[in-house]
């Protein structure tokens, strides 16, 4: 039996939401459920695009109620994020996972992706920490890459990451009212 046997890709098929969600985290996938007032919610999704319209419902629940521009920014930046866990780390590998966090104060919302690290790292060393920063060039209407933190520094209130390469979070704040968000000048 050789020692890297090639993955098969199986078919696309529709099943359940029940089958994915845990029943008592259901109500984090439906914005039209009864409000319920949350300061966090965290959950882990496997590293595969095709869980998007997943990832989307989870979002969309967490800001339900806050006005449509709120909504869109929050979406973007953090589907940007979790498709950059998926793209760039040991998350979009098989078996790969990310977790998505949502953290409510009075001022805002922060969200933080939890992906599996760069594919490459393997030993953690806490002390050798690289953080990410926004490609300068990220949002000229011709880049082909490096857009993606490019909008999260221009669009959230704040951002950051803990600069460790095997197991990175990189989180955004935004604020309810856009301040220091470029949104509003856009």
Sequence with gaps: MPACAALVRLPSVTVPLGLLVPWHKQHYFDPAAP???????????????ALF??????????????????RYLFDLLGTELAANAVRHSRSGEPGGRYTLRVDRCAEGMTFTCRDGGLPETRAL??????????DPAGL????????????????????????????RHVWFHLAYDLSESKWRGA
């Design 125 to 134: 060393d806490a002390r050798a920490r690289a953080h990410l920063s926004p």
């Design 53 to 70: 319209p997943l990832v989307h419902a989870f979002l969309g629940a967490c800001v339900a109620g806050r006005d449509p521009d709120y």
């Design 140 to 167: 000229e209407a011709d880049a082909e890459r490096g857009r993606g933190l490019a909008l999260v520094d221009a669009l959230s209130t704040r951002w950051g990451d803990n600069g460790l390469a095997t197991h």
């Design 35 to 49: 409000r319920a007032n949350f300061r966090s919610r965290a959950f882990t999704f496997w590293g595969d695009t």
